[in-house]
């Protein structure tokens, strides 16, 4: 896979997943610590000029570095919950394809330390450059579980103990009236049409996040955002209390 930008080649050398690097002439500090990162790990980036690397990055902004990236590693559904760290926290993606928005799901992901990301084998946006940009490097952090079938996963979930909360923007349920503090799997919908009514229907519960101005939603990825820093905050407060 080819990801572009300096910080998600940077966190793509973090992980440990680049096998080749590429950069244009740029002296700065960022290009400076990535090359120094670069150089620890035993990477010798190659030389090129700007045109190649935008080829590469088919016409995406590079900031004069490209790498060659290896495929993230397979976790199944059993994975992300097995290694959970507290209480599971997943986050479940029904047909996300803007990768833009993939992207920026990944970034408040990692930012609030989910567990890992179920996403659909088909109708789903690629993992590609574009979502590791749109991630700031976060991508090459989060784990992801891809299976065949989301109803299917949403069923091995439960099974394995962990409560599904579906968002849909009719539901009456408050999302912040939500308690996310046992093992949960919040259940995104694709932009525009939401959950699939297969996939609502093996959810536990559904909520919603109220709309106070005069636009009736939010983008999904500030929807996945609001409601994840709220199960953090809940598990923060009820963890304080606890000690």
Not at 220 to 238: M, P, T, Y
Request: proline fraction near 3%; glycine fraction near 10%.
């Amino acid at each position: 896979m080819i990801v572009y930008g300096i910080n998600p080649v940077l966190e793509a050398l973090r992980a440990g997943r680049v096998k080749a690097l590429r950069i244009a002439r740029r002296d700065d500090e960022r290009m400076r610590e990535l090359l120094a990162f670069a150089s620890t790990h035993g990477i010798a980036p190659e030389r090129v000029t700007n045109d190649v690397l935008t080829r590469q990055a088919k016409g995406g902004v590079h900031q004069g570095v490209v790498a060659d990236v290896d495929d993230a590693s397979d976790y199944s559904v059993e994975d992300l919950v097995r290694g959970a760290r507290a209480e599971a926290l997943i986050l479940v993606l029904d047909g996300i394809e803007d990768p833009h928005n993939l992207g920026a799901i990944l970034r408040s992901a990692d930012a609030t330390g989910v567990d890992g990301v179920i996403v659909q084998a088909r109708r789903s946006a690629a993992r590609s450059g574009v979502a590791a940009k749109a991630s700031a490097g976060a991508m090459a952090h989060v784990k992801i579980a891809e299976v065949v079938n989301i109803a299917r996963a949403l069923e091995e979930l439960k099974d394995l103990g962990v409560w599904t909360v579906g968002l849909a923007g009719e539901a009456s349920l408050p999302y912040d009236d939500v308690d996310f503090c046992s093992p949960t799997a919040i259940v995104l919908g694709a932009e525009g049409p939401g959950l699939r009514r297969l996939v609502r229907d093996k959810c536990d519960l559904m909520a919603s996040i109220p709309m106070h101005g005069h636009v009736g939603s939010i983008n999904v990825s500030v929807a996945a955002g609001v409601v994840l820093f709220e199960a953090v905050r809940q598990r923060r407060r009820a963890k304080s209390a606890a000690e």
